[in-house]
């Protein structure tokens, strides 16, 4: 196996399950969307985390918590974009990652 075949098995695998066709390796995209909608709530728990402590803090202190709530309903959001269903192959799955409320990319 060459080196290159080696690192696309490692890339792919990162995003679904690789299953055998009859001309060689593929992507169950399937699996790959479930996979990065599960990525996205596990990058989202500790950011919702932090906005309900601001969101407290918020009620406090009687300030406006519009962009708080904005903010949460974009995390609740995010695994349900449009675009991680329309996706048709991984590097369109990996651009579906939102970084202005999600953080950095897993996939970089």
């Known amino acids: 196996m060459t080196v290159q075949k080696f690192l696309l098995i490692v890339v792919l695998g990162t995003l679904g399950h690789i299953h055998l066709k009859l001309m060689g390796f ?28 601001e969101f407290q803090k918020g009620l406090e202190t009687s300030a406006d918590t519009s962009s708080i709530v904005s903010k949460k309903q974009a995390l609740r959001d995010a695994p349900a974009a449009v675009g991680i269903t329309t996706a048709s192959n991984v590097t369109e ?16």
């Open 26 to 53: 593929g992507i169950d995209m399937a699996k790959a969307r479930e996979i990065h909608k599960t990525n996205i709530r596990i990058a989202r728990e500790p950011k919702l985390a932090e906005l309900d402590v």
């Open 93 to 108: 799955l990996k651009a579906q990652w939102d970084t202005s409320i999600l953080g950095a990319s897993p996939y970089s």
